[in-house]
Nanobody, 114 residues
Framework: QVQVAESGGGLVQPGGSLRLSCAAS????????MAWYRQAPGGQREWVARISSGGSANYADSVKGRFTISRDNARHLVHLQMNNLKPEDTAVYYC????????WGQGTQVTVSS
C-alpha cells in the first residue's frame, strides 16, 4: 500500500503564501496522476488541484489563479504553491493519487488568519 506524507503547512496572514509538499512511497508520486485535497473544519474533503503524469494541471474554481500544482519528478515530490491565501482556505490539506485510492496521510494544517 502506497503511503503519502504532506508537509509545509502553517499559520499565515490573509494575502500570504505557502508551499506544500507531498511525498509518496518510492517513486509513486512521480509516475501517477496526483491531486491535492482539503478538508475544512466541519466540512467534507474536497478536491483542490490535480496534475497528470505529463504535467497538465486542473484546479477547483475556488483556487484557480491563486494555487499552482507542480511535480518534481527527480525528487519524487508534488508541490502546491498557494498565493493570495484567504481565510476560507483554512483546512487540512492532503495529497493522494487522483481518485484518492491510496491510504490517506495525516495531512498538513493550513490556517489563514490575521
Amino acid at each position: 500500500q502506497v503511503q503519502v506524507a504532506e508537509s509545509g503547512g502553517g499559520l499565515v496572514q490573509p494575502g500570504g503564501s505557502l508551499r506544500l509538499s507531498c511525498a509518496a512511497s518510492g517513486n509513486a508520486a512521480s509516475i501517477h496522476p496526483m491531486a491535492w485535497y482539503r478538508q475544512a473544519p466541519g466540512g467534507q474533503r474536497e478536491w483542490v488541484a490535480r496534475i497528470s503524469s505529463g504535467g497538465s494541471a486542473n484546479y477547483a474554481d475556488s483556487v484557480k489563479g491563486r494555487f499552482t500544482i507542480s511535480r518534481d519528478n527527480a525528487r519524487h515530490l508534488v508541490h502546491l504553491q498557494m498565493n493570495n491565501l484567504k481565510p476560507e482556505d483554512t483546512a487540512v490539506y492532503y495529497c493522494n493519487r487522483v481518485g484518492g485510492t491510496w491510504l490517506w496521510g495525516q495531512g498538513t494544517q493550513v490556517t489563514v488568519s490575521s
